[in-house]
């Protein structure tokens, strides 16, 4: 059974710094194009960043470009998300994901989900 577990999440001021991290378990991971979403309550979820399976190439929403990391590592079938410089708008729950697609920026693209970890930056 395909499992993603995040941790990572937590307050920090703005400016500050945290890093995500998600688990799978249950699939291949190698396998598997990895991303991270966050949503804000009543909002749809949005794409932060992606990985393609073989760690070669990342994708970044324009929001985040130069502030955040996105790495994997495949032996340990782990995929992160260093955020430095946050900003209160960066305030959502982040949820890890995973697709067998290629590479998507689309929620719906996506069949595997982790049950998401809160991050708040204080201004």
């Known amino acids: 059974q395909a499992q993603l577990v995040e941790s990572g999440g937590g307050l920090v001021q703005a400016g500050g710094s945290l890093r995500l991290s998600c688990e799978a378990s249950?699939?291949?991971?190698?396998?598997?194009?990895m991303a991270w979403f966050r949503q804000v309550s009543g909002q749809e979820r949005e794409f932060v960043s992606g990985i393609t399976a073989n760690g070669g190439s990342t994708d970044y929403t324009d929001s985040v470009k130069g502030r955040f990391t996105i790495s994997r590592d495949n032996v340990k079938n782990l995929v992160f998300l260093q955020m430095n410089r946050l900003k209160p708008e960066d305030t959502a729950v982040y949820f890890c994901a995973a697709t067998a697609n290629r590479r998507s920026t689309f929620w719906k693209d996506f069949g595997y989900w982790g049950q998401g970890t809160q991050v708040t930056v204080s201004s």
């Open positions: 249950g699939i291949t991971f190698n396998w598997y194009y």
